[in-house]
């Protein structure tokens, strides 16, 4: 069972990769996805994040949330069930 995470404010230069390395040192990733727009193709300032075990996940939200890249304070949460 994957533990899935919400990373919202994200600059809008961050790729998945970037958004993966920077939460790799919370735990094992197993899919890091920005969210992108289906017209332009650009990021829309969001993604997700699955961890592999529930401390990875609590520990990402505890120190980045508010955490600032590139000059944007992150918000980051629990990922909301859509079912």
């Keep these: 069972m994957a533990f899935k995470i ?8 961050v790729d998945n990769n ?3 390395q920077e ?4 735990g094992k990733v197993e899919s890091a996805k920005i969210i992108m727009d289906r017209n332009s ?18 520990a990402a939200i505890e120190k980045m ?10 918000t980051v949460s629990h990922a909301k069930n859509s079912g």
Excluded at 23 to 26: A, G, K, L, Y
Excluded at 41 to 58: L, N
Excluded at 65 to 74: A, P, S, T
């Design 6 to 13: 919400f990373v919202g404010n994200l600059p809008f230069s």
């Design 18 to 20: 970037r958004l993966q």
């Design 23 to 26: 939460f790799s040192q919370f």
């Design 41 to 58: 193709g650009r990021s829309r300032g969001y993604g997700f994040v699955e961890f592999a075990e529930k401390s990875g996940a609590d």
């Design 65 to 74: 949330n508010d955490h600032e890249m590139d000059g944007r304070k992150l």
